[in-house]
């Protein structure tokens, strides 16, 4: 039998989304959070991860490095290659969030058109586009990588907000200032949102105080 498009069919599980979230106590999501290198994406999300956790939420981040140590490890940083970067992120966290969990993802992710195709996959209100907006010289300033100061030598091709543009989201969920904002009120930002979207249910969780 080949492999053609024809002959593979969608198994449906008799474990579905719906009861893996009672089980859970909360619903599933993506979070996709976007921005220049440097604008704090990783830190947020995982701050937001650590105070879910906390809450008995069931979460995982998808960190734009750690993932390409494995799943897009033969990919490089060519427009295709971070197009299909981003396609491969979107089908795992749509994996994800059907298996229950609030998924956070971390990645650049500069252009509209991925994301949107990112959006797309999943049905309407699972996918929160978060920007985390940071001006780049707040990034370059923050640049503990040096990718910024290498990038600007010519050493590196093709980097967002040097040599390559970053397209920022027209109509996010939420816009959090991570250039100017404390963490703690960055994290509350994000946790109020998905209350407000009944992603978390209102009680027993509480808006925490300050980020850990």
């Known amino acids: 039998m080949s492999n053609t498009p ?18 859970n106590g909360h619903k599933s999501c993506v979070l996709w959070f976007t921005g220049l290198s440097g604008a704090g994406k990783s830190t947020l999300a995982h701050a937001v991860e650590e105070r879910l956790h906390q809450f008995g939420c069931r979460t995982f981040v998808l960190d734009g490095d750690n993932v390409r140590h ?87 091709k093709n980097y967002t907000g040097i040599s390559s543009p970053y397209e920022p989201p027209l109509t996010p969920e939420l816009i959090v200032d991570t250039g100017r904002q404390q963490l703690g009120d960055c994290v509350r930002q994000v946790i109020d949102v998905l209350r407000l979207r009944r992603i978390l249910p209102a009680s027993p969780y509480a808006l925490p105080t300050q980020c850990s």
């Open 6 to 23: 024809e002959n593979i069919i969608w198994h449906q599980a008799t474990v579905t989304r719906a009861r893996r979230e009672q089980l």
């Open 70 to 156: 494995g799943l897009c490890s033969d990919l490089g940083f060519s427009e295709a290659d971070r197009k299909e970067n981003i396609r491969r992120i979107g089908e795992v966290a749509k994996l994800m969030m059907e298996a229950g969990l609030i998924v956070m993802t971390a990645f650049i992710s500069p252009f509209r058109a991925d994301r949107e195709a990112v959006r797309n996959l999943m049905p309407h209100g699972d996918f929160l586009e978060i920007y985390c907006q940071a001006s780049l010289e707040v990034c370059e300033a923050r640049d503990v990588k040096g990718l910024y100061k290498k990038a600007r030598a010519g050493e590196i």
